[in-house]
């Protein structure tokens, strides 16, 4: 009944979301969340798995990007035993955040623990612009 006053004819369908939008990396997306203070933003990011030196934030064109990569040993047999199925995640991954041109590197915290990449942006109006006059020469 709860479905279909909704409009999900199967709750099955609602929960596979995921996978219909991302196809099989639904589960390699970056959950994120995002807490507005009066002052600044906070964002914690899900990152399992990936360790420390595998994550790059940078701030391009006023976009917060943040990138994970990793790889993993393409020796099939080790003194572990010879692999017969992996699952483990090898790729890289990349999300961005518009957070303007005001912010500088200095500016946004970062730490990373148990596996969440957390954020602390700082809030900071435009500055106002003036306009600026353009003169046109005349000649003669």
Do not use: C
């Not at 279909?4 to 979301?17: K, M, S, T, W």
């Amino acid at each position: 009944m709860f479905d279909d006053f909704f409009g999900f004819p199967d709750l099955r369908e609602f929960r596979n979301i995921d996978r219909k939008l991302y196809g099989h990396n639904a589960a390699r997306e970056m959950k994120t969340d995002v807490r507005e203070h009066e002052d600044h933003y906070e964002i914690d990011i899900d990152l399992p798995g990936f360790q420390k030196d595998e994550i790059t934030l940078s701030l391009e064109n006023g976009y917060l990007v943040v990138a994970a990569a990793k790889g993993l040993d393409v020796d099939k047999e080790n003194k572990k035993g010879r692999v017969i199925r992996q699952e483990r995640y090898a790729g890289a991954m990349q999300r961005s955040f518009y957070v303007g041109d005001e912010l500088t590197e200095e500016d946004i915290g970062a730490k990373y623990q148990h596996g969440v990449l957390s954020l602390t942006v700082p809030k900071k109006e435009a500055k106002p612009r003036l306009p600026e006059k353009k003169v046109i020469m005349i000649e003669g």
